[in-house]
């Protein structure tokens, strides 16, 4: 899908594959057994509608009402848990091809991106290929890599200022969606460079040309109209668009490392052939965990991204099945030795995610393998 370097993954034994194969069979038997589609279901069709309420009510509200500060402020704070509910349940399902079995209903559902002033193209290339890829590789997961204060891989360079990033990671974490924004010119002129926008059959100048007109469209409405039609001075608005941002953001950035920077997820690196010791199914066992599994509020907002192991396994599937295909891949797994990482409870996934980036922090550490 992207034109990124070549990495191979290997089985360091049969058992391997065969769990791989095994997995795979196990879970598409059960589909066919319930007669069920891999794709979403009315749930899908009331979530996104759930979710643009949430997002699109307290907005309309904003320019069409006289309210108080403290209102405008409780608007935009559910405008961004909207926002995040939006990209977890929404946008991250059709941009995967997994909410419905039309095309166009994705596409129509993964364009619910611009609505977070974001590129779904820039989205789809680095985390439908690179992450999904090569999930936790240093250089080749672009949600692995180290940014600014935070250090989110053991091969990463070790900076001073990365002792205290357990303090303020999360604070950081609140500035995804506006770093986004602002980045994604230079992502995909990156993209257009490599290849990997012509490997999606897009053409290049026309892209960024989109994506000039669509981020103008999307401040001109979320920021130009309630300059212009709200009650609130300029400067309540520009607090009110960040805090949007900041509570979708931190969500998200939360959600994101809670399932592959916590203390039980490996970060394996490529050998000088550029062959990583494992089968790619089993790499995905390794460096991905679920967390509240039994946690039904926190599974129906984030759009079942609490089972992970499920999703990086089949991405292809609509998260309305997570929790049932689970315990097919658990039993998998557990026949065949596989470590399948679970979290049992949020705050447990929280402190485990604030250990690893305590000891991201301070040190390196290596990886040797699993031999399983």
């Given amino acids: 899908m992207t034109a990124i370097p070549r990495i191979r993954y290997k089985a360091a034994h049969a058992a391997q594959r065969d769990f791989a194969t095994a997995v795979r069979r196990n879970v598409l038997a059960y589909f066919k057994e319930k007669q069920l589609p891999t794709t979403g279901d009315a749930r899908m069709v009331l979530k996104a509608l759930v979710m643009l309420a949430l997002y699109l009510v307290p907005f309309v509200l904003v320019i069409t009402l006289p309210m108080s500060p403290w209102w405008g402020l409780a608007c935009a704070v559910t405008i961004g848990f909207g926002m995040a509910g939006l990209g977890m349940c929404v946008m991250h399902d059709g941009a995967h091809g997994s909410a419905s079995k039309h095309a166009w209903v994705n596409d129509l559902m993964g364009a619910t991106m611009y609505l977070m002033g974001s590129s779904l193209l820039t989205w789809r290339i680095q985390h439908n290929g690179e992450h999904h890829t090569h999930t936790n590789v240093d250089t080749m997961d672009s949600d692995l890599m180290s940014r600014g ?9 070790l900076k001073r200022v990365n002792r205290f990033q357990h303090f303020h990671a999360f604070f950081f974490y609140g500035f995804l969606t506006i770093t986004k924004f602002v980045k994604d010119f230079a992502t995909l002129a990156r993209f257009n460079r490599n290849g990997s926008t012509m490997a999606l059959k897009a053409d290049p100048t026309h892209e960024m040309v ?6 103008t469209i999307y401040i001109s409405v979320f920021l130009g109209l309630p300059l212009v039609l709200s009650s609130f001075a300029w400067w309540q608005v520009l607090i009110g668009f ?8 931190v969500i998200l950035g939360t959600v994101f490392q809670l ?4 203390e039980e997820t490996h970060q394996p690196i490529p050998d000088e052939h550029g062959v990583i010791a ?14 509240a599994k039994g946690n039904r509020l926190l599974t129906w907002f984030t759009g079942g991204l609490n089972y992970q192991i499920e999703h990086h396994l089949f991405p292809n599937v609509c998260h309305v099945h997570y929790k049932t295909i689970a315990p097919i891949v658990q039993r998998t797994a557990q026949e065949f030795g596989v470590p399948y990482n679970h979290i049992p409870t949020l705050f447990a ?10 000891v991201l922090g301070v040190h390196s550490s290596g990886y040797e393998g699993w031999a399983g």
């Avoid at 989109?210 to 981020?215: A, F, P, T």
């Avoid at 996934?349 to 305590?358: E, F, G, I, W």
């Fill in 259 to 262: 399932a592959h920077i916590v």
């Fill in 349 to 358: 996934a929280l402190t485990s995610h604030v250990r690893r980036m305590k």
């Fill in 242 to 249: 960040f805090v949007e941002h900041f509570v979708a953001s």
């Fill in 210 to 215: 989109r994506l000039v007109v669509l981020k």
């Fill in 278 to 291: 494992n089968d790619w199914a089993v790499h995905e066992m390794l460096t991905t965990a679920n967390f």
């Fill in 149 to 157: 204060l935070l250090r989110f891989s053991e091969h990463a360079p």
